[in-house]
């Protein structure tokens, strides 16, 4: 079993950064596929920025290419997420998600076994 704990949600203005991070208890994540996504109010879970358990490499949906980041710690206990340039639109509770060797489409929410609680972002216009 992996418990998986966001934190570095706030409040933050416009334009604003922000950095979540997503610890797994008691595990290192190297061999885990993971990703970051988001449900805002009313809408429907969609995916962010995700990583692959095999050299990294890192997938975005469109929407935050460019401003968000996605990456793991060199310990590899600590998954975070970068957000640079924030809007509005990207408020909503950010969930973090791993599965062990994932080998399903890591863009899609069913591939991951295990999610943390989520972390709420709220961006102010």
């Known amino acids: 079993q992996v418990q998986l704990v966001e934190s570095g949600g706030g409040l933050v203005q416009a334009g604003g950064s922000l950095r979540l991070s997503c610890a797994a208890s008691?595990?290192?994540?190297?061999?885990?596929?993971m990703a970051w996504f988001r449900q805002a109010p009313g809408k429907e879970r969609e995916f962010v920025a995700a990583?692959?358990?095999?050299?990294?490499?890192?997938y975005y949906a469109d929407s935050v290419k460019g401003r968000f980041t996605i990456s793991r710690d060199n310990a590899k206990t600590t998954l975070y997420l970068q957000m640079n340039s924030l809007k509005p639109e990207d408020t909503a509770v950010y969930y973090c998600?791993?599965?062990?060797?994932?080998?399903?489409?890591?863009?899609?929410?069913?591939?991951?076994?295990?999610w943390g609680q989520g972390t709420q972002v709220t961006v102010s216009s």
């Open positions: 998600a791993a599965d062990y060797r994932a080998i399903g489409i890591l863009t899609t929410s069913t591939t991951y076994k295990y």
């Open positions: 008691g595990r290192t994540l190297s061999s885990y596929g």
């Open positions: 990583i692959s358990w095999i050299n990294d490499i890192t």
